[in-house]
């Protein structure tokens, strides 16, 4: 049906800068929002940013004025900038999106979606 595809993690060291890429593909009808969220070893999955079909933006407090979120509605991709990372920022990230389907019989309800997730390592 639906499949969201990250890309972007690595190895950085300290106040350093990488860009994630989620692109969804399938039998899509809209996407209503589109985020990342990430989990580090022993800590639960939060939501790092999110960006909705209207523009609408939430981030963290932890990583507000260092990433920046975007979307590009023609390719069905959000991206998220992380600039000066932290040790702190290592986890495994993931995509998610709220997607409508487009099924044989119509469009199906909204319903969440995740990537398989990527690491992303901060080193000190």
């Known amino acids: 049906q639906v499949q969201l595809v990250e890309s972007g993690g690595g190895l950085v060291q300290a106040g350093g800068s990488l860009r994630l890429s989620c692109a969804a593909s399938?039998?899509?009808?809209?996407?209503?929002?589109m985020g990342w969220y990430r989990q580090a070893p022993g800590k639960q999955r939060e939501l790092v940013a999110r960006?909705?079909?209207?523009?609408?933006?939430d981030y963290a407090d932890s990583v507000k004025g260092r990433f920046t979120i975007s979307r590009d509605n023609a390719k069905n991709t959000v991206y998220l900038q992380m600039n000066s990372l932290k040790p702190e920022d290592t986890a495994v990230y993931y995509c998610?999106?709220?997607?409508?389907?487009?099924?044989?019989w119509g469009r199906g309800p909204p319903s969440d979606y995740w990537g398989q997730g990527t690491q992303v390592t901060v080193s000190s």
């Open positions: 399938g039998s899509i009808f809209s996407i209503n929002a």
């Open positions: 998610n999106a709220v997607i409508i389907v487009m099924r044989v």
């Open positions: 960006i909705t079909s209207g523009d609408t933006i």
